[in-house]
């Protein structure tokens, strides 16, 4: 026994150094040593060797083409209106044009059952399925053995992931919980957990970052948004007062910031919360405020709506577009599916996190513009920065049924489509 301790404690107290002096002092600094950059080239590589021998397999070409399709049913991009007018003008030349024919009862029934088949929203809170294989648990369905080789160095990987990638995420996010008062510790603590997580940032036009007394809205995928975006700017957070281990997190910031946190039963009072927002962002020595619209995490190909009350506060908006690489892990964070420990386990034996952040031009409300137009104008600008599609659809529904003013608002749309504007009768 007095053997094993002499061996370990040596071994602990080199990790521990190689932890300090190649890690969390260049982390600190902001100083990079190039060996995250070395490490995903090495992953690259690693990637399309699996890949190749993947394509190789006697499978491939059926995987492949599976995997490219976008779902279950192929769709053109062309809208409603555009599908029905076509209809129409293929039909004899005997039939008007503008009056309901029984085809119509045809097309809007086969795309009722596409919609709940395949809809734009529910495919919105699953993970995005991969062309190729990350080496991960999370793979596609129809990729199974291929070779000895490939299989070998699965195990290789786990052996990475939970043995090498696992204990220093851990070690280094650790860190962030400590009760440093000082913005720039507090900046050093975040630089810390992304080296921890592995993280490699490319951040864009940092000349747009958020100032003072101004409002940052990004797109929202997983709670480590935030360690994405503070790894390159302090922010104050907007939020519910959480317990377990989030309640820990946030107590934790509040010690190092101030950060404004909101009871369940505040969080009702719009009027209250409006208030407290105004009162920070009007003080112009504040850190900027950091909000997530969408209200949810959405798995990293979409947009979805935002909520106009961060557009009612007033000041200047600085939009920010994060955009993930799901190759080389799955950022988003399924929180019916998965807890926050699950998740962050998961997060710290995925390969990387990698991403792009879009510091965007600030904007601010038109004149003769309300809030709902105007939280509509910043989402297009992100979703078109960071190549993500477009929805009006609320995140909200991930939990809670379409509202019936909705349905009504769409059901007079469809009437609209096929009998025409009858307003003239």
């Given at each position: 026994?007095?053997?094993?301790?002499?061996?370990?404690?040596?071994?602990?107290?080199?990790?521990?150094?190689?932890?300090?002096?190649?890690?969390?002092?260049?982390?600190?600094?902001?100083?990079?040593?190039?060996?995250?950059?070395?490490?995903?080239?090495?992953?690259?590589?690693?990637?399309?060797?699996?890949?190749?021998?993947?394509?190789?397999?006697?499978?491939?070409?059926?995987?492949?083409?599976?995997?490219?399709?976008?779902?279950?049913?192929?769709?053109?991009?062309?809208?409603?209106?555009?599908?029905?007018?076509?209809?129409?003008?293929?039909?004899?030349?005997?039939?008007?044009?503008?009056?309901?024919?029984?085809?119509?009862?045809?097309?809007?029934?086969?795309?009722?059952?596409?919609?709940?088949?395949?809809?734009?929203?529910?495919?919105?809170?699953?993970?995005?399925?991969?062309?190729?294989?990350?080496?991960?648990?999370?793979?596609?369905?129809?990729?199974?053995?291929?070779?000895?080789?490939?299989?070998?160095?699965?195990?290789?990987?786990?052996v990475v992931r939970y043995c090498i990638l696992l204990p220093l995420s851990?070690?280094?996010?650790?860190?962030?919980?400590?009760?440093?008062?000082?913005?720039?510790?507090?900046?050093?603590?975040?630089?810390?957990?992304?080296?921890?997580?592995?993280?490699?940032?490319?951040?864009?036009?940092?000349?747009?970052?958020?100032?003072?007394?101004?409002?940052?809205?990004?797109?929202?995928?997983?709670?480590?948004?935030?360690?994405?975006?503070?790894?390159?700017?302090?922010?104050?957070?907007?939020?519910?007062?959480?317990?377990?281990?989030?309640?820990?997190?946030?107590?934790?910031?509040?010690?190092?910031?101030?950060?404004?946190?909101?009871?369940?039963?505040?969080?009702?009072?719009?009027?209250?919360?409006?208030?407290?927002?105004?009162?920070?962002?009007?003080?112009?020595?504040?850190?900027?405020?950091?909000?997530?619209?969408?209200?949810?995490?959405?798995?990293?190909?979409?947009?979805?709506?935002?909520?106009?009350?961060?557009?009612?506060?007033?000041?200047?908006?600085?939009?920010?577009?994060?955009?993930?690489?799901?190759?080389?892990?799955?950022?988003?964070?399924?929180?019916?599916?998965?807890?926050?420990?699950?998740?962050?386990?998961?997060?710290?034996?995925?390969?990387?996190?990698?991403?792009?952040?879009w510091y965007l031009p600030p904007m601010a409300q038109k004149e003769g513009?309300?809030?709902?137009?105007?939280?509509?104008?910043?989402?297009?600008?992100?979703?078109?920065?960071?190549?993500?599609?477009?929805?009006?659809?609320?995140?909200?529904?991930?939990?809670?049924?379409?509202?019936?003013?909705?349905?009504?608002?769409?059901?007079?749309?469809?009437?609209?489509?096929?009998?025409?504007?009858?307003?003239?009768?």
């Amino acid at each position: 026994m007095e053997g094993f301790w002499a061996v370990f404690f040596p071994v602990l107290r080199v990790w521990f150094t190689c932890l300090v002096v190649l890690i969390m002092l260049p982390a600190m600094f902001g100083i990079s040593l190039g060996i995250t950059e070395t490490y995903m080239k090495i992953l690259i590589k690693t990637l399309e060797w699996a890949t190749h021998r993947i394509q190789r397999a006697s499978r491939a070409e059926e995987i492949l083409k599976h995997s490219a399709s976008n779902g279950l049913i192929q769709r053109d991009n062309s809208s409603l209106e555009q599908e029905i007018e076509e209809l129409r003008r293929d039909r004899p030349k005997s039939a008007d044009h503008g009056d309901f024919t029984l085809s119509d009862v045809l097309y809007f029934t086969r795309r009722g059952i596409e919609s709940i088949v395949e809809d734009d929203v529910t495919q919105r809170f699953t993970s995005e399925e991969l062309v190729s294989w990350n080496l991960l648990t999370r793979t596609n369905n129809n990729f199974q053995y291929i070779s000895l080789r490939l299989t070998v160095l699965w195990g290789v990987g786990v052996v990475v992931r939970y043995c090498i990638l696992l204990p220093l995420s851990w070690q280094t996010t650790v860190q962030i919980v400590k009760g440093w008062l000082s913005e720039l510790v507090h900046l050093m603590c975040y630089r810390i957990c992304a080296r921890g997580l592995s993280a490699t940032i490319h951040y864009h036009n940092k000349q747009n970052r958020p100032k003072r007394g101004g409002i940052c809205v990004a797109n929202h995928t997983s709670p480590i948004d935030v360690v994405i975006l503070a790894n390159d700017g302090c922010y104050a957070m907007v939020g519910q007062v959480h317990g377990g281990l989030m309640g820990v997190v946030q107590r934790a910031m509040e010690r190092s910031c101030p950060h404004i946190w909101f009871e369940r039963a505040e969080m009702k009072d719009r009027h209250l919360v409006t208030q407290r927002l105004r009162d920070h962002v009007n003080d112009k020595t504040k850190l900027p405020i950091l909000i997530f619209p969408e209200g949810t995490c959405i798995n990293n190909t979409s947009v979805m709506m935002f909520k106009k009350g961060s557009f009612e506060i007033g000041g200047t908006i600085y939009p920010v577009a994060i955009k993930y690489d799901p190759q080389f892990g799955d950022a988003f964070w399924n929180s019916s599916k998965y807890s926050m420990v699950s998740y962050l386990l998961r997060m710290m034996t995925s390969w990387a996190i990698v991403c792009n952040v879009w510091y965007l031009p600030p904007m601010a409300q038109k004149e003769g513009e309300d809030a709902v137009q105007f939280a509509n104008r910043v989402k297009s600008t992100i979703a078109q920065q960071g190549g993500l599609v477009d929805l009006a659809w609320d995140g909200g529904l991930k939990r809670a049924k379409v509202k019936d003013s909705f349905k009504e608002q769409q059901q007079k749309k469809y009437s609209h489509m096929v009998v025409g504007d009858d307003s003239s009768d």
